[in-house]
Antibody
Framework: QVQLQESGPRLVKPSQTLSLTCTVS??????????WNWLRQPAGETLEWIGR???????NNNPSLKSRVTISIDTSKNQFSLKLDSVTAADTAIYYC???????????????WGQGTLVTVSS | DIQMTQSPSSLSASVGDRVTIACRAS??????LNWYQQKPGRAPNLLIS???SLQSGVPSRFSGSGSGTDFTLSISSLQPEDFATYYC?????????FGQGTKVEIK
């Protein structure tokens, strides 16, 4: 099973851009069956899906975040990244990267997760 | 977006108890329903996919059922390591959405 690890600044100022990277090990990010996702979880709340990217496709983002999200992939480094623009305190959360896969019957789920990284938006 | 509602929000139970958690979708999602377990300070861990398919390595005391809008996660005999928060998640449509969670605490 693949392992994922988030990295990036833990503190971001309001109105700036949050940038995180997820490094994938134990498998290729170019695997034809894997979708690479970002999710987040504010303290004491449930999980929110941010978006996903397939290595040879267009990203899908959560409409709730409008056009603030950019997800990209670097196959040479086996990494994918998240950029979230114009952050506010409401974007303070634990951010997770996760792999999504479709099983043989076409059902989709998140089967591997990074440990998560707390990002705080504050001046 | 499809809204997922879990009940109860929390419950207290003893080791050995049978525990049942309900999850309701705001529209028909067939069996596009997954269950995750999350312990404090840890990432969620997939327990069940497609409403009832137990993931490899997950103890058989966990089971899932349901289809359409109503689903259930059951733990047949609660063990000390099962005290955690459980989330349902629909994968029927984008964006995937999660329930608010059910915290299982020690009585």
């Amino acid at each position: 099973q693949v392992q994922l690890q988030e990295s990036g600044p833990r503190l971001v100022k309001p109105s700036q851009t949050l940038s995180l990277t997820c490094t994938v090990s134990g498998g290729s990010i170019s695997s034809g069956s894997s979708y690479w996702n970002w999710l987040r979880q504010p303290a004491g709340e449930t999980l929110e899906w941010i978006g996903r990217l397939f290595v040879s496709g267009s990203p899908n983002n959560n409409p709730s975040l409008k056009s603030r999200v950019t997800i990209s992939i670097d196959t040479s480094k086996n990494q994918f990244s998240l950029k979230l623009d114009s952050v506010t305190a409401a974007d303070t959360a634990i951010y997770y990267c996760a792999r999504g896969i479709y099983d043989s019957r076409g059902y989709y789920y998140f089967d591997s997760w990074g440990q998560g990284t707390l990002v705080t938006v504050s001046s | 977006d499809i809204q997922m509602t879990q009940s109860p929000s929390s419950l207290s139970a003893s080791v050995g108890d049978r525990v049942t958690i309900a999850c309701r979708a705001s529209q028909n999602i067939n069996i596009f329903l997954n269950w995750y377990q999350q312990k404090p300070g840890r990432a969620p861990n997939l327990l069940i996919s497609a409403a009832s398919s137990l993931q490899s390595g997950v103890p058989s005391r966990f089971s899932g059922s349901g289809s359409g809008t109503d689903f259930t996660l059951s733990i047949s005999s609660l063990q000390p390591e099962d005290f955690a928060t459980y989330y349902c998640q629909q994968s029927y449509s984008t964006p995937p959405t999660f329930g608010q969670g059910t915290k299982v605490e020690i009585k």
